[in-house]
Nanobody, 116 residues
Framework: QVQLEESGGGLVQPGGSLRLSCVASGIIFTINTMGWYRQAPGKERELVATITRSGTTNYADSVKGRFTISRDNAKNTAYLQMNSLKPEDTCVYYC??????????WGQGTQVTVSS
């Protein structure tokens, strides 16, 4: 059974930083794409960033220059370094992966709150 375990969320002041981690377990096939999405109350889930196995990245315009996605293929782990956080970054952040057969999996989400 595939499981994604997210960690690193919490409360931070505006301008602060957090680093999210996502560890995938139970994976049989190669993980192609790893990514982070987020969802605020009453809003649709939106893309934050994705990274391919070879390291090609893609970011939402709202986080470019502030967030950095990375991954460790040997550990089936993805990271999201979030700097210069703003109150509007307050969301539940979800890890997402897609394997070589095209199957997609979601984590349970981790809350990030940016507030003074």
């Amino acid at each position: 059974q595939v499981q994604l375990e997210e960690s690193g969320g919490g409360l931070v002041q505006p301008g602060g930083s957090l680093r999210l981690s996502c560890v995938a377990s139970g994976i049989i096939f190669t993980i192609n794409t790893m990514g982070w999405y987020r969802q605020a109350p009453g809003k649709e889930r939106e893309l934050v960033a994705t990274i391919t196995r070879s390291g090609t990245t893609n970011y939402a315009d709202s986080v470019k220059g502030r967030f950095t996605i990375s991954r460790d293929n040997a550990k089936n782990t993805a990271y999201l370094q979030m700097n210069s956080l703003k109150p509007e970054d307050t969301c539940v952040y979800y890890c997402h992966i897609k394997d070589s057969l095209g199957r997609a999996y979601w984590g349970q989400g981790t809350q990030v709150t940016v507030s003074s």
